[in-house]
């Protein structure tokens, strides 16, 4: 099976910890791209699933959201949480964080609750069955109309990039907890027609290493 478990994810990542914002030289442009896509100035409530060290909460509180608007981020690695307490500790209330396995106990959220759900380069690292469970959780926890909003690893169109993608797709599927589970996937294709209706998805590349860029709308409970 690819992917890993929330326990593998939180060990990992708890010795991890801070080297992830290092990865900004195939991450920074693709999570600007997403979050230019995001509609965040109309955002009120955003849900973060594998929020890591805040570095992507920072930015969104400081440039582009509302400065009434709601953040809640959840992260399995308690080392993370505690370096995305310290960085988001001047916003006060406006952030709930969550130590917790973002797939397993149901989100502390009301359903339809929130706007956005955004995950950057965290929905790959799952399991498939959590992956389905993460969606679901996405779904309940976004009124109709709401965004899903991923930046997640994929595989690439070009000559170098194809390399690099099977390349980084054997290494995970050889031993998955390394590259801390992350391998490329095609979220696009794996999203339930009947849950989600697509509004952007693009594929940029930085290195060899390529990103899937996708904004989802959630569909009503009557069809739309
Ligand atoms: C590759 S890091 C990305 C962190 C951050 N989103 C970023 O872009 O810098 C993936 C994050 O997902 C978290 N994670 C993995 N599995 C999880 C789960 N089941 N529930 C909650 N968080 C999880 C990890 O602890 C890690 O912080």
């Known amino acids: ?54 570095r992507v909460a920072e930015l969104l509180l400081r440039e582009h959201l509302p400065a009434d608007a709601r953040y809640l981020g959840i992260d399995v690695s308690s080392t993370m949480i505690g370096l995305a307490r310290e960085r988001l500790a001047s916003f006060g209330p406006r952030v709930t964080l ?11 959220i009301a359903d339809g609750a929130a706007d956005r759900f955004l995950a950057t380069y965290a929905l790959e690292l799952l399991r498939p069955d959590d992956l389905a469970r993460v969606l679901e959780a996405a779904r309940r926890a976004l009124a109709p109309g709401g965004l899903l909003c991923s930046v997640n690893l994929t595989h690439g169109a070009g000559g170098i990039e194809r390399a690099v993608s099977w390349t980084w797709g054997r290494i995970v599927a050889l031993a998955p ?20 209706a697509p509004v952007h998805r ?23």
Do not use: N
Not at 98 to 108: S, T
């Open 1 to 54: 099976m690819t992917g890993i478990s929330a326990r593998e994810a939180k060990s990992f990542y708890d010795w991890f910890g801070a080297r992830q914002d290092a990865q900004g030289w195939y991450e920074d442009r693709a999570i600007a791209a997403l979050l230019a896509r995001a509609e965040l100035d109309r955002a009120r409530h955003v849900v973060e699933f594998g929020c890591g060290t805040g």
């Open 98 to 108: 969550i130590e917790g396995d973002g797939a397993g106990a149901p989100l502390p």
């Open 177 to 196: 907890a390394r590259l801390g589970g992350c391998r490329p996937i095609d979220l696009a294709a794996a999203l339930p027609d009947d849950a989600w």
């Open 202 to 224: 693009e594929v940029l590349s930085a290195y060899g290493v390529s990103s899937e860029i996708l904004v989802a709308r959630r569909r009503g409970d009557t069809a739309d």
